[in-house]
């Protein structure tokens, strides 16, 4: 026979968790600390949206590496964005803050102003280089004196291979920015450093109806622009690349008396973008080139470097990488790692230099794959227990306080900075970002209430809702919150400070642009244009 157990008249549980005895309340212990913490983020993640999804959430004690919180922490899943992580770091490690990229142009030393032979623009992978950059190689030439190249121009990216594209990028995805094709010699399309492609500025013209105006950085006929866009009383402007050809077509209104707007496409073969703006460099800076146009070539050893041009030291590069979430100048950190290293600059060697530079701070190659350098790849395969690992281990490293200090800050930069404003997590959470349809992730570090330097590691996937944000930062203000005092309630009471969406606006919305100061739903914000955060 079961028994039964009988609660007199005199004494009874109430809802709230206290005990009642003979009228008098007599308030339960709530746990605190580690367990509160660990019962808060527990309801965080009852969240309806992640419902047969898949969630690894990690919480470790960033100077002993102790665990305060595991749910799926083993799991292996797609990271986004916060692939950036391992490629920041590996870079920082094997190449160190002070690695430059150089662009030179190569050949026999001028007689009489004219360079016998061909001459090679040889490029090592720099995602930063701009126009000006090569009008000002042009213009070094011109100062010592050149005025024939009585050759051929040929372009050398035989640094890196002829793949342009990770494996599993979509397809819908390759005219956009983050999925720019990866060459060792490029250009960019401004001080953002969006490699590999153009920006198409969309301007009103002089009256209502009037076609709208379009300038290109860089300037370059390589890309051949169809413009059916007007000018009109509202700004709703398309413009997309054909997926097979540079050909970008831009449509729809621009708003008479404002500025315009912009988007930015990446092209195909951006070698050849470059070659054909270096071109009309020489040419504007009077030089002539008497041959022709010449790809894939390496330069001969022996020969002169002409002009020179290095780039900003990976030590200020990393804050261009990790801030926006900037996907071009990852994928060339990924595939110089392997050139650097092994002479070759493929996604294979990339994927061995970053293993072997992150092993020594605790990342265990084994249960995880590294297919690119950005994340874009579905391809990449990363638990929440081997970032957090990482975020741990670097912090010994000589080079932790430029990767640190890269990272966006809650509530004030990079693709942070508009989330998490005013919660304990608000300028004290330091985080990488990950956004792709049905992925969301964000690592890091914070703060806890007793000063105690924690990193947490939330990897989300498989979900079909537009955006689980709001749940990573709520878990974000918790680990921010955390205290060996702190009761659960009080832990959710920060939290509850993030807005939940409505979930049946989030069923009903379809996947649109964000009005201007939103944040978008399923992108990085640095990826709109113009950017939301």
Same mark, same amino acid.
């Given at each position: 026979?079961?028994?039964?157990?009988?609660?007199?008249?005199?004494?009874?549980?109430?809802?709230?968790?206290?005990?009642?005895? +003979?009228?008098?309340?007599? +308030?339960?212990?709530?746990?605190?600390?580690?367990?509160?913490?660990?019962?808060?983020?527990? +309801?965080?993640?009852?969240?309806?949206?992640?419902?047969?999804?898949?969630?690894?959430?990690?919480?470790?004690?960033?100077?002993?590496?102790?665990?305060?919180?595991?749910?799926?922490?083993?799991?292996?899943?797609?990271?986004?964005?916060?692939?950036?992580?391992?490629?920041?770091?590996?870079?920082?490690?094997?190449?160190?803050?002070?690695?430059?990229?150089?662009?030179?142009?190569?050949?026999?030393?001028?007689?009489?102003?004219?360079?016998?032979?061909?001459?090679?623009?040889?490029?090592?992978?720099?995602?930063?280089?701009?126009?000006?950059?090569?009008?000002?190689?042009?213009?070094?030439?011109?100062?010592?004196?050149?005025?024939?190249?009585?050759?051929?121009?040929?372009?050398?990216?035989?640094?890196?291979?002829?793949?342009?594209?990770?494996?599993?990028?979509?397809?819908?995805?390759?005219?956009?920015?983050?999925?720019?094709?990866?060459?060792?010699?490029?250009?960019?399309?401004?001080?953002?450093?969006?490699?590999?492609?153009?920006?198409?500025?969309?301007?009103?013209?002089?009256?209502?109806?009037?076609?709208?105006?379009?300038?290109?950085?860089?300037?370059?006929?390589?890309?051949?622009?169809?413009?059916?866009?007007?000018?009109?009383?509202?700004?709703?402007?398309?413009?997309?690349?054909?997926?097979?050809?540079?050909?970008?077509?831009?449509?729809?209104?621009?708003?008479?008396?404002?500025?315009?707007?912009?988007?930015?496409?990446?092209?195909?073969?951006?070698?050849?973008?470059?070659?054909?703006?270096? +071109?009309?460099?020489?040419?504007?800076?009077?030089?002539?080139?008497?041959?022709?146009?010449?790809?894939?070539?390496?330069?001969?050893?022996?020969?002169?470097?002409?002009?020179?041009?290095?780039?900003?030291?990976?030590?200020?590069?990393?804050?261009?990488?990790?801030?926006?979430?900037?996907?071009?100048?990852?994928?060339?950190?990924?595939?110089?790692?392997?050139?650097?290293?092994?002479?070759?600059?493929?996604?294979?060697?990339?994927?061995?230099?970053?293993?072997?530079?992150?092993?020594?701070?605790?990342?265990?190659?084994?249960?995880?794959?590294?297919?690119?350098?950005?994340?874009?790849?579905?391809?990449?395969?990363?638990?929440?227990?081997?970032?957090?690992?990482?975020?741990?281990?670097?912090?010994?490293?000589?080079?932790?306080?430029?990767?640190?200090?890269?990272?966006?800050?809650?509530?004030?930069?990079?693709?942070?900075?508009?989330?998490?404003?005013?919660?304990?997590?608000?300028?004290?959470?330091?985080?990488?970002?990950?956004?792709?349809?049905?992925?969301?992730?964000?690592?890091?570090?914070?703060?806890?209430?007793?000063?105690?330097?924690?990193?947490?590691?939330?990897?989300?996937?498989?979900?079909?809702?537009?955006?689980?944000?709001?749940?990573?930062?709520?878990?974000?203000?918790?680990?921010?919150?955390?205290?060996?005092?702190?009761?659960?309630?009080?832990?959710?009471?920060?939290?509850?400070?993030?807005?939940?969406?409505?979930?049946?606006?989030?069923?009903?919305?379809?996947?649109?642009?964000?009005?201007?100061?939103?944040?978008?739903?399923?992108?990085?914000?640095?990826?709109?244009?113009?950017?939301?955060?």
């Amino acid at each position: 026979m079961k028994k039964r157990t009988l609660v007199s008249s005199a004494v009874a549980l109430t809802a709230a968790g206290a005990i009642t005895f +003979a009228g008098t309340v007599v +308030a339960q212990a709530q746990e605190t600390g580690d367990e509160a913490l660990a019962a808060a983020i527990d +309801a965080i993640l009852a969240d309806a949206r992640l419902t047969d999804s898949q969630a690894g959430v990690v919480v470790k004690d960033a100077e002993t590496g102790e665990t305060l919180y595991d749910r799926n922490g083993a799991k292996r899943a797609i990271p986004g964005s916060n692939d950036k992580l391992l490629t920041t770091a590996a870079a920082l490690q094997a190449l160190g803050g002070d690695f430059t990229y150089t662009t030179d142009v190569i050949g026999d030393r001028p007689v009489d102003g004219v360079v016998s032979g061909d001459v090679y623009l040889r490029g090592e992978g720099d995602p930063t280089v701009l126009e000006a950059d090569y009008d000002q190689l042009a213009a070094d030439l011109a100062a010592a004196g050149v005025t024939t190249i009585d050759g051929d121009l040929v372009a050398d990216d035989t640094a890196f291979d002829a793949v342009r594209s990770g494996a599993e990028w979509g397809w819908s995805d390759l005219q956009y920015t983050y999925a720019a094709e990866i060459t060792a010699l490029n250009i960019a399309s401004g001080d953002d450093y969006q490699a590999g492609s153009v920006r198409v500025f969309v301007k009103p013209g002089a009256s209502a109806g009037a076609p709208a105006v379009i300038t290109t950085v860089p300037a370059t006929d390589y890309v051949e622009i169809v413009n059916t866009a007007t000018t009109g009383t509202t700004t709703n402007v398309v413009v997309n690349r054909d997926p097979h050809d540079n050909v970008i077509r831009v449509s729809g209104t621009v708003k008479s008396g404002t500025s315009g707007t912009y988007a930015t496409r990446a092209v195909i073969e951006p070698t050849q973008l470059v070659a054909d703006v270096f +071109a009309d460099s020489l040419a504007d800076a009077g030089i002539t080139v008497t041959g022709g146009v010449r790809f894939g070539e390496t330069a001969p050893q022996g020969d002169e470097v002409l002009a020179s041009h290095a780039s900003a030291p990976l030590s200020e590069l990393t804050v261009d990488v990790l801030k926006p979430s900037n996907a071009s100048m990852a994928e060339a950190l990924f595939k110089t790692l392997g050139y650097v290293k092994s002479g070759k600059g493929t996604f294979a060697s990339g994927k061995a230099a970053t293993y072997a530079a992150l092993t020594p701070y605790g990342v265990d190659n084994g249960p995880i794959r590294v297919a690119d350098g950005s994340g874009i790849s579905r391809h990449n395969m990363l638990t929440a227990d081997a970032i957090s690992d990482l975020l741990v281990g670097a912090r010994n490293a000589s080079w932790f306080d430029t990767w640190y200090d890269a990272l966006p800050i809650a509530c004030k930069d990079g693709t942070l900075a508009s989330r998490m404003c005013s919660t304990p997590a608000a300028d004290n959470v330091r985080a990488k970002t990950g956004s792709m349809t049905s992925v969301s992730a964000l690592s890091g570090y914070a703060t806890d209430a007793d000063g105690r330097e924690l990193v947490f590691s939330i990897v989300l996937n498989d979900f079909l809702y537009s955006t689980v944000k709001d749940i990573e930062d709520k878990i974000a203000v918790a680990v921010s919150s955390h205290s060996t005092a702190t009761t659960e309630a009080e832990i959710s009471t920060f939290s509850s400070e993030i807005d939940t969406p409505d979930l049946e606006e989030l069923e009903a919305e379809a996947e649109e642009l964000p009005a201007e100061g939103e944040m978008p739903a399923s992108l990085e914000c640095s990826w709109y244009e113009p950017a939301v955060c």
